[in-house]
């Protein structure tokens, strides 16, 4: 059976060999300058995150299963789910046995498209400066939001939080009741590029992989 996108975390990213990884915000700006020297940012499209894998030795048969996803996700509208494996869990909960299985939601979405409130958590839940959720919105297609904790925050009896800001900005179609994750949150993505290294009597050599993510 051919395979649909975007292909799950455990149907490539958790298979690939990593040994370093950069994992950010990309900008999508330009830059002018008025006469009393000023410099002003203007916004050219929405912040997507991006980065590149490193890919570590392995034995030809791990590579020469790695290689043909990544020669499938070459084609043309593939896409696969990636995660930040930094941060596979929120830093004041790092193996998510707090969290366990709540059923976390947004709660509100404020006026700013900055700020959020997420309900469903154990009381006392803290997020942390640093952490990172995802949720998915939209339809035709699902888009899927991955964003990054600003302003931290601690839930409220009654698993509730306050408003905290997030990066990048929420985009229109958030909404409420929209179910959140914290464990290994994703997004939707494409590769840019490849990279791959040579191979040598019993190991493959590491590559380089890059990737951006994708709304669409």
């Known amino acids: 059976m051919a395979l649909a996108w975007p292909l799950p975390l455990a149907e490539f990213f958790d298979d690939l060999p990593v040994a370093r990884v950069t994992f950010r ?5 330009t830059v002018s300058e008025t006469g009393g020297g000023e410099l002003i940012r203007h916004q050219r499209g929405a912040r997507l995150w991006g980065g ?40 004041a909960d790092p193996g998510g046995a707090i ?35 995802s949720f998915t919105y939209g339809s ?23 408003w905290f800001e997030v990066t990048p900005f929420i985009r229109p179609g958030a909404a409420v009741d929209d ?10 993505a494409r590769i840019e590029s490849t990279e791959i290294g040579s191979s040598r009597a019993t190991v493959s050599d590491g590559g380089t992989l890059k990737w951006r993510q994708t709304l669409r």
């Not at 709540?102 to 469903?120: D, F, P, Q, W």
């Open 140 to 162: 035709n297609p699902v888009r899927h939001a991955l964003h990054r904790v600003v302003t931290g925050a601690v839930a409220a009896g009654g698993g509730t939080t306050p």
């Open 179 to 188: 179910p959140v994750t914290l464990l290994r949150p994703a997004c939707k």
């Open 25 to 29: 915000l990309g900008l999508s700006v």
């Open 52 to 91: 590149e894998i490193v890919l570590d030795k392995d034995s030809h048969a791990v590579w020469a299963a790695v290689e043909a996803r990544i020669a499938l996700l070459e084609e043309p509208g593939a896409s696969f789910m990636v995660t930040d494996p930094r941060l596979p869990a929120p830093i």
């Open 99 to 133: 969290l366990g299985a709540s059923t976390v939601r947004i709660y509100a979405v404020h006026a700013n498209m900055r700020e959020l409130r997420i309900t469903g958590l154990p009381g006392g839940y803290v997020m942390s400066r640093g952490d990172m959720l």
